[in-house]
């Protein structure tokens, strides 16, 4: 072990192994993993090892898939067997609504890339698979790339790839203490004292603790699982060839064959944590117990799909702790509070994403972004009140017990809510309002009648008739919107305005004047849509989505100059937006101020009722409107006032799920649909609001070779879709003569125009309107057109008048 190291990776299992390598590989040598014991003594080396390139997520099965190829190269250049088995794997559904999703879920993987997969019949998946009694199957979705590894050695074929490229694995040597010395990290061990400059936390079972060594309470924890591994089988001995990985959903369990038996593995309802605060540190190459009781349920299920288990003797129990998050992905990627500290934990999946994980680490720390999104992993989906215990032990559990359930796009689930709430949140209630979950706190979906409850499924729902009605409110008199959910960040100091003009591509907006900002990385990439306040009084606010506040926070303290504050006021301030044309009126009634003057994207501090409120006019409906800002204890009395006022126009309070509908009758992008940050702004359409003739701007020279290239693949586009009882939501395909041109971003039913509305990413030569296309819905082939973005006043007099 030498003194001092680029890089210390803490944990010896397949991620921290992962990391390693590619750390290396990508050039820096100079990197050391520290495990505790020996690699792989913790999950890693009782896990099943199963492999498949199948997540409805695409980042995430880019990665997994990344993950399958590397498999095969680092056991070339290692030498070290891995022991990969690609049997093909099948996910059998045995109820009609899985059956649906199943067939919807298989075009959404062609969407994503993913074309070696294929829809079965019940006796295609007997054939597949002899040992399964298909009784109640109604159908089954293979894919090619699923199999599975010989977990310990493909932890080693890592760690030697990693070493011949020059890096050190230091085994039996616990990491004691780390200690940020301003410029460096002083990482205590067993063995004693080394420097480094960064430290990676792939701690797996032991994450919990390494994070606490910095003062970070992870949103992570270990659960219990069990497979169970069979004597030989005769029907397997007969067959010459390996039987497939099978998922049985409805029977909670999956499948592999393992020698001439099989392993079963079952994701139980009744899950079990285990250590909350992380393992025993002498905790190693063990197992818990095995609690037949608990899955018994499960077990039945399984003894009657594979009818052979009843006829031989279970050779070995495997009831081992894996960690989770709380919506089962991993939590990767740098914590702003703690620099040069960086995550490789709660990967559940670490044989099937690991590769992925540490590819993405990699370039982070090295080059300062990935070359996918990775938000679906990124630690900065998560604040403050997701390291709370209970709320850990809610949401993971939750995930668990779920894994094999089907969830509903409209299904909200219970697991840690309610959380936050804003200030009029049970008179809300009281109204009617039924609500979702955005990072933590509880938003306006729709407004029901009393006894309402909507019917979880992937068509329209029995609320599609309410959110009709919402939205023809907005549309012909005015709507109240409760907007707690939209960020809100402070800017302040005397270099507040040059740094905004920094790191914006906008022009800034004069003073009592907002304007749409797109923030790029420096490769170009969009960071942000966001909406910039100058108050006139030398503050300036940033608007945006309120999911994305730590990982904004983050940014902006990533980039901040001396003389400039950036504050998340996110929790201090919050309010409402009136939208239609009578919610000038309405908003006219509750102040002596001539707000009615002020302009389209104006803005400006009025007396609204006995509130003094932050006001800028503008509204996502594409309607005439404004949105209030006011202090959260103010929160309810500004909504009682506003409805008093708006009581004669008529006014009605809606939800989000009308939000959706009206926005996208304009066209309007939202992030993580439209805008995400593998994208870039002349893609996205982002680009008509970039100031190229300002000085320099953060991305501004990637976005100008961008523009002078005129390369672009795949631009966004607006659809009409020929759909009748399910609308696009998202990643669905399309398709032009048979050939896959483009995938939905998002979609809604446009209660307006009386038509089924899709944004998608499409191929250039296919997105001038007018071009005739057809996308997968809900598994069904539609008709889809091309549109002129907009449809809804494509002028938008509504919204300046």
Known sequence: MKSQYRVVVIGGGVVGASVLYHLAKCGWSD???????????????????????????????????????????????????????????????????????????YRIFQSIGIEDCHLMTPEEVKAACPIMDIDGVIGGLWADREGYVDTTGTVHAYAKCAKMRGAEVIEHNRVLELHWKGDHWEVVTEKGTVKAEHVVNAGGLWAKQCGRMVGLDLPVSPLSHHYLLTESIPEIEALDFEVPMTVDLEGFTYMRQDQKGILVGIYEVNHQHWMMDGAPWEYGIELLQEDIDRIEDELTLAFKRYPCLNDVGIRNW?????????????????????????????????????????????????????????????IARYGAFASNKDYIRQTTGQFYSRRFVMTYPNEQLPAGRPLKTAGAHDAMTGAGCKWGVSWGLEVPLYFAPEGFEEEPTLNRSNAFPIVAEECRAVREGVGLLDISGFSRYEVSGPGAEAWLDRVMASRLPGPGRARLAPMLSPEGRMKGDLTVFNWGDGIWWIMGSYYLREWHMRWFRGCLDDGVTVRDISDATVGFSLSGPKSREVIERLTEADVGALPFMGCGTFDIGLYRCKVGRLSVTGELGYEINCGAAEHAGLRRALLEAGAESGIREYGFNALLSLRIEKSFGIWSAEFTQDRTPAMVGMDRWIAWEKGDFT???????????????????????????????????????????????????????????????????????????????VGRERAAEVIAPSPYDPDGRAMRG
């Open 31 to 105: 990197v050391a993993l520290i495990e505790r014991n020996v690699l792989t003594a913790g999950s890693s080396w009782h896990a099943a090892g199963g492999i498949h390139a199948l997540n409805a997520d695409p980042n995430m099965a880019a990665l997994q898939a990344y993950t399958i190829d590397l498999l095969q190269e680092i056991e070339a250049e290692s030498g070290q067997s891995i022991g990969l088995h690609m049997t093909g794997g099948v996910t059998v559904a045995s109820a009609p609504a899985r059956w649906e999703w199943l067939q919807s879920a």
């Open 699 to 777: 991305g501004r020279d990637a976005a100008l070779r961008e523009r002078e290239g005129n390369g672009l693949e795949q631009v966004l586009a607006t659809l009409r879709v020929d759909a009748d009882r399910a609308d696009a939501s998202g990643y669905e395909p399309i398709w032009a003569d048979g050939k896959r041109v483009g995938f939905v971003t998002s979609g809604a039913y446009g209660h307006t125009t009386g038509h089924s509305i899709a944004m998608a990413m499409i191929d250039r030569d296919h997105a001038a309107p007018g071009t005739p296309l057809s996308v997968h819905v």
């Open 318 to 378: 495997v009831n081992g702790a894996f960690t989770f998050s709380p919506d089962g992905n991993p939590l990767v990627g740098p914590v702003a509070s703690v620099p040069n500290y960086w995550l490789a934990c709660g990967v559940m999946a670490g044989f099937l994403q690991g590769g992925g994980v540490g590819k993405s680490l990699a370039e982070w720390m090295i080059h300062g972004d990935t070359e996918a999104d990775s938000w679906p992993m990124d």
